[in-house]
Each structure stands twice: as structure tokens, then as C-alpha cells.
């Protein structure tokens, strides 16, 4: 096999490793070292902040009561386990008082803990106000409650205690730490700027999540402080997340110059917007806030579509389907936190349920994208429910605000649907995710048997096949030869670039050094390859390979019992042949005899024989009719022009054998004929036979068709060709025989040419 496997291309100038986010370096074992020390020590750190983080909130005094929101906007309790407030369920909370001013209004944007995503503007200030006022009469060491129809309820203000933070504060927690771990795993695998942005979304994000997990705590109270800065904090998480996005998209572009202008517009856009946010937060319009954030999404969905068709880039192709897929994830939560500001009674856990499912589907995104190439079901399963969940949630609150419907209605509606969605798209959601579409069991099968045959009818093309097989099953953009790994325990196929491409080390034949081949660009460039194709080629190849030691068995086991008939017809019926001949009466008898031997020893010699080149064939042929056709007193005329010299199977050996005598011998016998002429021309893969003579043969429409031409005739249809007898002027028989792919004819009875 060339360095190039006939009829691809040669590898392009694009660098695929380029395209891997860390998981390369795993798996080559760099993590020796340095790098090793770096991430205990970033794990270690971020361990030891997240433990403080949970322990400054625990020690933070709160209200341990449960309270809803009212369809006018009051606040009302619902439960509690105080003392001082038994028996007061139901009733309206009014304002709060430290107990050293006058107690100030409330109402349900009291439960409201994050101005981000907080639609109305007067809301969003209100909400901020009586957050501080709150923190700051709990910091204090107690708060008043004036409920509606008593007096006021002094409480004193008690820390949250590690039970108060809530169930949902730790898996949330986890996952910080995950995203944590994977931005430094990244970018201590491969130090660069694709990394380096990578890492910042994984941040940003872990932060958005660290400030969710803050706000699910029970009760009412946040840390003072936390609300009026959490419109800036959790507004620049946001927005670095989009320029970092943008920028990244853009790189991809192939066009450096878009890509900075790209990049450098989206990051001043930000700057801009965040200074404005540090300034002068409760002034910022929230629609501008998110516009800008839509803004950049819909920025970077420009700049992954702007790849280059002339080299396609399959991590741009997934990414841009990452981004048609988050981008209308965040329209819809964007939607449903619009639509319920007009639904005080429903504003709240809508606007913590769209923005938290929003977050779980961005962050099971980063969590999947260093391992494209690799089989992370539970990553997958989770993004797509978190992606469902918001759809869910965006369709139960358009039931509830635009067609009136009750909560129970609306919920219901809306968990059928997302039922429906996840049940009836899963598959088709998860295979244009990530581009894959694998083959059928049936057209796999199909393509591994066709190449079993192939092998079988031409054994020396058994590394090509494979790589043939290999292009059948994945159709690559480009296919070339690359040096086997030198590691004992590199075996097996395995993805390499991230998933830009697939190394597959072929079997060779026994005369042949060790290959393999690299295929890059799954499906046209359409998609990434995953290990689910590396173990889908070892096992193809495997099958393959089994199928040629079968085939090699069997045919071993053919060529065992042709030896065995050989020996045993040269032993005995050679052997009463030639005591009948030495005791023939008549010196025609002998004669007869002698030719019957002559024509027995060529047959058991090419039955024993393991190889019959087109060559040594034609002259053994020859020479057999040369002697038969002196005998007879008839000149032969002999041409014969090869274009290559081939091993004959043995059906072909022992069919071009059988019909040139059978033609032959009617010439002779039948026709008379004084010469014999045969020509033999194999050009281009095929083979041209023809025998003629000047005998005295009649039209051949009027013959009838006995066991002889009968047996040339399927002679020759076994071997794929076609025959035809002719009338000579002005006497005598032509015959041709014509088999067009007789290079690729079949090896075995009975098998139909393909």
C-alpha cells in the first residue's frame, strides 16, 4: 500500500489537534508532573473555598418560615416552626422593623432574591431595598413582623445552621466544583487561548450556579450585601460567558480579521454595560441587560456559521448546533420569565425554575464539550432533560398567562409535553446534538460481506479492502496512511484530534510490514468521530478478519482433498491406464491410450498444483495442443497478449482448461479441420478467447446441443462471460468467448458474478 491509499486526497493543512479541549492529553498520560501538582492544588483550593462559602451562609441569622405569593402581590405565611408565629398561617405580611425605626412596607418581591432576573425595573429596586432592609434588621439581632390583624411578632434573629441551607444547595455546590475542575483540567492540558476561554466559561458559570445555590435557601434573610450586588455580579457572569463564546465562534470563522473585530465589539459592548451596571445598577433597563446577552448569542451563531465549506471543521459543526440549541434554550427561559412578571403569584418560582434550568443546560453543555469524542451518556441525558425542563416550564407559564388556564391545567399541559418531547425526540434530539448517524445492523452486515467476498476472490488486496471497508462505513473527507503506533498496547482503533479523526491500524499480509490508516472528517466533514466508532471498526475489522481465516481454512481444506484426488487418480486409475496400454492389441489402442495418460497427468497436475499463473498456464495449455494436434496431422495457430500476469483460481484454471480442449476436439472430430487457430487476449481485465478452424462445421443455428457445448456453456457463465459460435467463410467454426471482468471472476462453484 502507497503512503496514499488510492483515490483520497492528501491530508490538508488543517491541524485537528487544535480542536481538542484536554481529553487528548489525558488520555496520551501527560498528567505527570507540574500538571498533576496544579490540579491537586487548584482541587484542594476551590475544596476549601467552597467550604467557607457554606459556612459564612450557615452562620448568616434568617426567618425560618414558608411564604407564598398572592395573585395581588401580598406575601403570606404559610408555615413555620417558631414559636411566635404558631397559629398565624395565612395572614398578610405588611412590613418589617428592626424595632428601632418605623417598620417599612413589604410585599412579594420580598421572596425575590435575584434582581437579574427581575423583567420591571421599579420592581427590581423595591425587591433590592427591602432585601437590604431585611439583612440589615436580622444583622441587627432581631426583626419585627407586622402581620395583617395583630400586633407585630418580634423574632430574634438565629443562623440558618448547615440544615437551613437547603437540599438543593449541595448538588449544586458539586457541580461548581466540577465546572471548577474541568476549566482547570483544560487549560492545564493544553495552554492556549481556545483553553483559556473554555476555562472562563466554566467559571462564569460555576459562579452563576454558586449564586443559585445561595438563593434556594430556606426561609427569608440573604447575607447584606448580596442582593444589591447581584445584578452587576451575576450580569457580568453572563455577559463573559457570551463575549467568551463570541470570541471563540469567531476564531473558527477562518477569516482572522472578522474574528478580532468580532471579538473586540463584543468585549467592549460588555465593558461598557458592566460599568454602567457598577454605577448605576438599579437605573440599568433589564431588556437592555438581556438584549445584549441575546445580542452576543445570536453574534456567535453568525461566527460558527461562517466556517469555511472549503475545509470543513466538524468541531465547528457540533458546536454550531451547541449554539441553534442554546440559543433558543435561552429564548425560551428569557420568554417565560417575560410572561410571568405579569403573574405576581407565579413570577418568583418561574423566574428561579427557567433561570436554574437555563444554567443546568449551559453547564452540562461546557461539562460535554471536552468530551465530544467520547461516550458520556449521563452528560448527554442531562443536558437534554435540562434543556426540556425549560421548554416545560416556558409552556406551563404561556398556558397559565395567555389562555387563563389554572396552575394545576397548565402544569399538567406542560408536563405532558415535555413527556412527549423527551419520549418521541430523544434519539433524534441526541443524534443531531451531535451529528452522529451510524449505520444499519442491515447495511453494515451488507458492506462486511461484500468485503469478505472481495477478499476472498482476490486475497492480495486484503489491506485495501479494509481501508475501502473503512471509507464505506464512516465516508471521511480524507483517508491516508500513518505509521502504526510503536506501543505494544496499540492496537485498537482510536480517536484522535478531539474527534477530528480516527486512527485504525490494519491487518497485513504475512509478506507486509504493519499499516495503518487515518481517516479524518466523519461523513463529509458533517460530524466528529466518538469511541462508539472506534469500537464499531475493531469490531468490523475483526468480523473481517475472521471471515478471511474461515475463507483461508476452507479453501486449505479444498486444496487438501484436490491433492488427495490428485494422488489417488495418478495411483490408480494412472496406473491401470499404462498396464492397458502396454497391453493394447493394437497400435491405435496405444496410441489412444498414451493421449488418455497424457491428458490425465496435466489434469492431476493442475489439481495438485497451489498456484496457476496466467503464464505457465497458457504454455502447459500449449503444450498439450501441440502434441494432441500432431498426433492428428492439424497445424495450431497460437497467439496469446497479456497485460499483466495473474494467479488463475481453480475454477478458472480448470474451466479455460476444459473448454479449449472441448472446442478442440470438435474441431477436430467433427470438423475435420487441417488447422487450429486460438488467440487469448486478457487486456484491462478482461479476457478474449477464441478457437477457429477450416474444417467442414455447419451452421452452428442448425447443432443440436449435446453434452459438449452444453459444458462450455457453463463453463464459461461460471466464470461471468458469455459465448458465441460463428460460421467461417469460406469454411469452418469460430468461437468466441468473452468474460469482461474476469480479474474479478468469481473463486468458488456456483457464486454468481457480481
Not at 447575607?223 to 445584578?231: C, F, I, K, R, Y
Not at 453568525?302 to 441553534?324: C, S
Not at 495418460?597 to 505457465?616: F, I, M, N, V, W
Request: aromatic share 8%; charged share 20%; glycine share 8%.
Amino acid at each position: 500500500m502507497s503512503s496514499a491509499l488510492p483515490g483520497t486526497p492528501e491530508p490538508s493543512g488543517f491541524e485537528h489537534s487544535s480542536l481538542d479541549l484536554g481529553s487528548g492529553a489525558l488520555e496520551r498520560g501527560t498528567w505527570l508532573g507540574w500538571r498533576r501538582r496544579a490540579l491537586v492544588a487548584v482541587a484542594l483550593v476551590a475544596c476549601v473555598l467552597l467550604f467557607a462559602f457554606a459556612r459564612w451562609l450557615a452562620a448568616t441569622p434568617y426567618i425560618a418560615a414558608q411564604w407564598a405569593a398572592r395573585a395581588d402581590g401580598a406575601l403570606l405565611l404559610q408555615s413555620s416552626a417558631l414559636p411566635e408565629l404558631q397559629g398565624l398561617q395565612g395572614r398578610r405580611l405588611l412590613a418589617l422593623g428592626d424595632g428601632r425605626s418605623e417598620p417599612r412596607p413589604v410585599d412579594a418581591l420580598l421572596l425575590h432574591r435575584s434582581p437579574r432576573w427581575q423583567v420591571d425595573d421599579d420592581a427590581r429596586a423595591r425587591q433590592v431595598v427591602q432585601q437590604e432592609w431585611l439583612a440589615q434588621g436580622l444583622a441587627g439581632g432581631a426583626v419585627e413582623l407586622l402581620l395583617e390583624g395583630g400586633p407585630p411578632v418580634r423574632l430574634q434573629a438565629q443562623p440558618r445552621g448547615f440544615s437551613g441551607l437547603g437540599l438543593m444547595f449541595w448538588p449544586l455546590q458539586g457541580l461548581v466544583l466540577l465546572l471548577v475542575l474541568f476549566a482547570a483540567v483544560v487549560l492545564l492540558a493544553r495552554p492556549q487561548l481556545r483553553s483559556a476561554l473554555f476555562a472562563l466559561m466554566a467559571l462564569c458559570q460555576a459562579g452563576n450556579l454558586a449564586f443559585i445555590a445561595l438563593e434556594s435557601m430556606r426561609g427569608l434573610g440573604l447575607p447584606a450585601g448580596v442582593a444589591s450586588a447581584d445584578l452587576p455580579w451575576r450580569l457580568a457572569l453572563d455577559l463573559f460567558t457570551a463575549a467568551a463564546v463570541v470570541q471563540a465562534f469567531w476564531r473558527l470563522c477562518g477569516t482572522p480579521r472578522l474574528a478580532r473585530l468580532a471579538a473586540a465589539a463584543s468585549w467592549a459592548a460588555v465593558v461598557a454595560l458592566l460599568l454602567w451596571a457598577v454605577l448605576s445598577p438599579l437605573s440599568l433597563p433589564w431588556w437592555l441587560a438581556q438584549g445584549l446577552c441575546l445580542a452576543l448569542s445570536v453574534l456567535a451563531l453568525v461566527g460558527v456559521h461562517r466556517t469555511p465549506g472549503a475545509e470543513p471543521n466538524p468541531y465547528a459543526l457540533v458546536m454550531r448546533r451547541f449554539a441553534v440549541v442554546g440559543l433558543f434554550t435561552l429564548t425560551m427561559a428569557t420568554a417565560a420569565v417575560v410572561v410571568s412578571a405579569r403573574r405576581p403569584e407565579m413570577a418568583y418560582g418561574v423566574a428561579v425554575g427557567a433561570s436554574l434550568a437555563w444554567y443546568l443546560f449551559l453547564a452540562s453543555l461546557l461539562l460535554l464539550t471536552p468530551f465530544l469524542s467520547r461516550s458520556r451518556q449521563v452528560l448527554r441525558e442531562f443536558a437534554l432533560l435540562a434543556g426540556i425542563s425549560t421548554v416545560a416550564a416556558s409552556v406551563d407559564l404561556l398556558f397559565a398567562a395567555v389562555f387563563s388556564t389554572s396552575a394545576f391545567t397548565s402544569l399538567a399541559l406542560a408536563v405532558f409535553i415535555a413527556l412527549a418531547l423527551y419520549a418521541g425526540a430523544r434519539q433524534v434530539l441526541l443524534q443531531h446534538l451531535l451529528g452522529r448517524n451510524l449505520l444499519s445492523t442491515e447495511r453494515t452486515f451488507e458492506l462486511l460481506y461484500r468485503a469478505a467476498r472481495d477478499v476472498q476472490a482476490q486475497p492480495k488486496r486484503y489491506p485495501l479492502r479494509q481501508a475501502q471497508l473503512l471509507r464505506e462505513l464512516f465516508d471521511p473527507l480524507e483517508m491516508s496512511r500513518a505509521e502504526p503506533e510503536p506501543e505494544a498496547g496499540a492496537v485498537r482503533p482510536r480517536v484522535a484530534g478531539g474527534g477530528a479523526a480516527l486512527l485504525v491500524p490494519l491487518a497485513a499480509l504475512p509478506s507486509e510490514s504493519p499499516l495503518a490508516v487515518q481517516l479524518r472528517f466523519a461523513q463529509r466533514g458533517q460530524r466528529l468521530f466518538t469511541q462508539e466508532d472506534a469500537r464499531l471498526a475493531q469490531r468490523v475489522l475483526e468480523q473481517l478478519r475472521r471471515a478471511v481465516a474461515y475463507d483461508e481454512a476452507v479453501e486449505r481444506g479444498r486444496r487438501e482433498e484436490r491433492q488427495r484426488i490428485a494422488q489417488d487418480l495418478h495411483d490408480d486409475i494412472g496406473a491401470r491406464l499404462l498396464t492397458l496400454m502396454y497391453q493394447s492389441p493394437t497400435p491405435e489402442m496405444e496410441n489412444y491410450l498414451r493421449h488418455t495418460l497424457q491428458d490425465l497427468k496435466t489434469l492431476t497436475r493442475g489439481l495438485a498444483a497451489t498456484e496457476h499463473p496466467l503464464s505457465h498456464a497458457a504454455a502447459e495449455w500449449k503444450a498439450d495442443l501441440s502434441q494432441r494436434l500432431q498426433a492428428a496431422e492439424t497445424q495450431l495457430g497460437w497467439s496469446v497478449q497479456f497485460d499483466r500476469d495473474l494467479d488463475l483460481s481453480v475454477v478458472q484454471w480448470s474451466a479455460l482448461t476444459r473448454v479449449l480442449r472441448e472446442l478442440v476436439t470438435n474441431a477436430l472430430y467433427h470438423g475435420h479441420a487441417s488447422r487450429i487457430d486460438v488467440s487469448m487476449v486478457l487486456k484491462g481485465g478482461a479476457l478474449a478467447l477464441g478457437v477457429s478452424d477450416d474444417g467442414k462445421g455447419a451452421d452452428p443455428a442448425s447443432w443440436s446441443h449435446g453434452l459438449g457445448m452444453g459444458g462450455v456453456r457453463k463453463r464459461v457463465k461460471l466464470l461471468g462471460g458469455q459465448v458465441r459460435w460463428s460460421e467461417r467463410q469460406p469454411s469452418g467454426i469460430a468461437c468466441e468467448v468473452h468474460v469482461p471482468h474476469f480479474v474479478e471472476a468469481p473463486s468458488t462453484p456456483g457464486q454468481a458474478p457480481r
